[in-house]
Every structure is written in structure tokens, then in C-alpha cells.
């Protein structure tokens, strides 16, 4: 394919990255607008801060794709409504197709009574908060002895982690709206904190709940199965803290003194089949859980205001794609404007997921690009307003001089990673702002 055709990539996670590399290997030259200083996004401030072996294969792979020619990355740049840019100027530079593979930016709330207390928290806050990212990992979490979680995924294990391991709370109760058997962790992230799981009340809950599983038939040790499976192969246990579970129960409203939450209200619900699927039915029967703390991990949503249409928290695909790739739509309303990733799908799967549908998103472009010749992109224009910005723009090299510091850094503090959490100091790192 020839290098004529530009392509413009929103986001420099997963999705967005294998994507940049599929592309610029295919000839297309990738220009990739990150909001980071750092590419990586889930990679690099979603997984849990330990596990280096994983991170490490990955930004290797990142680098590569980085170090080829057709690839240009500008960091530091927020295309938004209220961003360095519009997506509707960016759409105006003549890139003959665009890649929006930003996640899932957006911050999914309940829009309960009580959610504007302090030490009511938002899952993905507090991630990019213990991961050093920008200006999350500045900001100071009201983090209590008690904590409540709202969620069973995967999402739920890594912060129960860092409540437990790093916070040291004295009890963190993973509250579920639905049953023991509806929880969506995996076996091999549960057996990170699975040491920490009361077992005698686990079996007082698991009581509790009986009648309610067996309204609807359902085998209460199916759900004993699920949330123990990972008991063989826990971790060692590191810290006093407990884990709880508290089932059938949906959050209704935080109460508060003093504009801290001091209790939960949840409406106790039962189980209900439909079409096969075990759902919840709120029975009208509320209760209050003591917490200091209360962190939503019910998902993410995308950000409405980078400015493509949307319809029920999701950007619009189009229902009948001309370039599908296994039967699946990257495609939105806009001719040549395709959406990867959790763009596409917010919070679904990890990154072996992001993956895969950043680099089928990219193979969908490229049946597109044949379809069409080269617009002619203004390179030039893009350069005028890059240089325009009167702001720190990141390119390549930058981000290879900071990498190079951070592993300097981490040897001498004898640690596997360093990371510098602020965008000050990767700024002076880089030699982009003046050393105070």
C-alpha cells in the first residue's frame, strides 16, 4: 500500500498501538494523537502495578511499532470538544481515514443520592491513581478502615488488592447485585486476594442468600465453586485486612457527615430468570452498610465529548458495515472515521482483546484505503497547529530519553519499574520545560 495515505489514531493504548503497527507495516503512514505524555494506556495505567513481566513484553512490543518510519506520535495532546483540538478540525486536515482507539474515557455513574461525597470513588480513578498516571496519581483518595466496592469483576479483585495490600484497610465488602454464581472475576485474578476472604462468613453469606438461589433453581454450590475456585492457588497472604462478600444487593444512595459518605444504603433484591438469564429484582427492602470509603467498579462508558455521535454511551457503529471483519462493524456514520478498542466496546476484555480489535480495526481501514486514493493530508497544516499549541508536545524521541531515565531510576532505587507520576517531571526529564 503506499505511504501517500495518512491515517490519524486517537489513542496510544493497546487498540490504538497494534493498530498504528499493522498500518504503517502495511505502508500507510500512522499518525498517532495521544492524551498521554506516555504511550500504553491500559498497559501502562490500567494492570495492576506488579505485574512487570507482563508490562514489560508489551512496551517492547510498542517500541517496535514506534520505531517505524510511517509512524509519528504527538503526546500530550487532548482532541475533545474542549481539547488542543476538535475531532471536526482534525477531520478537516484531509487524513484519508481516522482510528478513534481512546477507551473508554467516559466515567460511569449510577447518578445515585450521595455520589458527590467525599470517599466516593470511581473505580478507574483510583487505578490511575495507584498507577501514577496524570493527575490521578495527585489526587488524594479519602481511603477508610471500611471499604465497599460496588462490582464483582476483575476490576474489583485489583483494587480490593490495593485496598488490602497497599491501603491496609481492615474490611473491603464486594457488594453484587445478583448471586455467588454471577460473579465476573476470573480464577486467575481472584487468586491474588483470595487469602484475604472470610471464609466463615462467606458461608454465613452464602446462607443467607440460599432461598434465593433456590427460587430459581440454581445450585448454590455452582456460585461456592465460582468465588473459592482460585482457593488452591491463592497468594500468600501479606496484610491483616478481610474480604467480603454481600450478594443480592444494589447500591440506592451514600449518606454522609460532614460531606464525608459514613453509610451505604443497598436495596436487597432477588434472583429472577428470563430467557435463560439470571437477573435481579429489587425488593423494595433497604439496609445500611457502615463504610468510609466506597469505590464503584461497575465499568466504564466512553467520553462524549470527543465529538462523534453517540447513542446510549456508545459511539455509533454503523449496523451494516462495508469492510466488516469477522462479521464485526468498525465502522461509524462518518465516511472513513472506523472506532477500535474499548472505543468501540468500553471495558470489554483486557488487552489481548484491545489487541485484536485495534489491529482487525486496522485491516479494516486498509480494505477502505483501497477503495479511495490518497487525499493529500496537510502535513503542513498539522504542524502549524501542533507548533501552535503553545503547550509541550511529546514526539518519539521524547519518549525514548524519558524511558531511558525512568530505567536509570529504577536501578539505582533497586526496584523492577519506575515511574515518574507527574507530568512535570517527565517534562524536565525530557528537557521540555525548565528544571524549577
Known amino acids: 500500500m503506499d505511504a501517500t495515505y495518512r491515517v490519524a489514531i486517537i489513542g496510544a ?14 505502508g500507510v503512514h500512522v499518525t498517532i494523537f495521544n492524551r498521554d505524555i506516555k504511550p500504553g494506556g491500559l498497559v501502562e495505567y ?58 473508554a474515557q467516559g466515567t460511569k455513574w449510577l447518578g445515585l443520592p450521595g455520589e458527590e461525597l467525599d470517599g466516593v470513588y470511581h473505580a478507574k480513578d483510583v487505578v490511575y491513581g495507584y498507577n501514577s498516571l496524570p493527575p490521578y496519581s495527585q489526587k488524594k483518595f479519602r481511603i477508610g478502615k471500611r471499604c465497599a466496592i460496588i462490582g464483582t469483576g476483575n476490576v474489583m479483585v485489583d483494587v480490593a488488592r490495593h485496598l488490602i495490600q497497599a491501603q491496609k484497610v481492615d474490611e473491603v ?110 425488593t423494595g427492602i433497604k439496609r445500611t452498610i457502615d463504610v468510609d470509603t466506597v469505590i464503584f467498579a461497575i465499568g466504564d462508558t466512553i467520553d462524549e465529548s470527543l465529538g462523534l455521535q453517540t447513542s446510549k454511551n456508545e459511539f455509533v457503529q454503523q449496523r451494516e458495515p462495508r469492510f466488516p471483519i469477522d462479521g464485526v462493524s468498525f465502522e461509524t456514520p462518518v465516511d472513513g472515521v472506523f472506532i477500535g478498542g474499548w472505543a468501540r466496546k468500553a471495558s470489554n476484555g483486557l488487552v489481548g482483546y484491545a489487541r485484536r480489535d485495534g489491529t482487525n480495526a486496522a485491516k479494516a481501514i486498509e480494505q477502505f484505503l483501497q477503495t479511495i486514493q490518497p487525499n493529500g493530508a496537510d502535513a503542513e497544516a498539522i504542524e502549524a497547529k501542533i507548533k501552535g499549541l503553545n503547550k509541550p508536545v511529546i514526539l518519539k524521541e521524547d519518549v525514548k530519553r524519558l524511558e531511558v531515565v525512568e530505567a536509570e531510576e529504577a536501578k539505582r532505587r533497586g526496584l523492577d519499574f519506575f515511574k515518574c507520576s507527574t507530568n512535570e517531571e517527565m517534562l524536565q526529564i525530557m528537557g521540555l520545560v525548565e528544571t524549577a
Not at 490500567?46 to 509519528?72: C, S, T, V, W
Not at 503526546?75 to 478540525?89: K, P, R, S
Not at 500468600?236 to 478481610?242: C, E, L, Q, R
Open 173 to 282: 465488602i464486594a457488594v453484587n447485585r445478583r448471586g455467588p454464581a454471577e460473579v465476573n472475576f476470573t480464577k486467575d485474578e481472584m487468586k491474588h486476594i483470595i487469602a484475604y476472604l472470610d471464609l466463615d462468613a462467606f458461608e454465613r453469606e452464602m446462607e443467607r442468600v440460599l432461598p434465593a438461589l433456590q427460587a430459581v433453581n440454581q445450585d448454590p454450590e455452582m456460585g461456592r465453586k465460582k468465588v473459592l475456585d482460585s482457593l488452591a492457588k491463592a497468594d500468600p497472604s501479606v496484610a491483616d485486612g478481610k474480604l467480603y462478600f454481600d450478594f443480592l444487593a444494589s447500591p440506592t444512595a451514600m449518606f454522609g457527615e460532614d460531606g464525608s459518605v459514613t453509610k451505604l444504603e443497598v436495596e436487597e433484591n432477588i434472583l429472577v430468570e428470563k430467557n435463560g438469564q439470571i437477573g435481579a429484582k429489587g
Open 13 to 26: 493504548g493497546p487498540a490504538g498501538l497494534f493498530a498504528a503497527r499493522e498500518l504503517a507495516e502495511q
Open 46 to 103: 490500567g494492570i495492576y502495578p506488579d505485574k512487570h513481566n507482563m508490562k514489560e513484553m508489551l512496551r517492547k512490543q510498542f517500541r517496535i511499532a514506534l520505531e517505524n518510519p510511517n509512524l509519528d506520535y504527538y503526546g500530550n495532546i487532548l482532541i475533545a470538544n474542549n481539547g488542543d483540538f476538535t475531532f471536526d478540525e482534525l477531520h478537516s486536515f484531509g487524513f484519508d481515514a481516522i482510528l478513534v482507539a481512546a477507551g
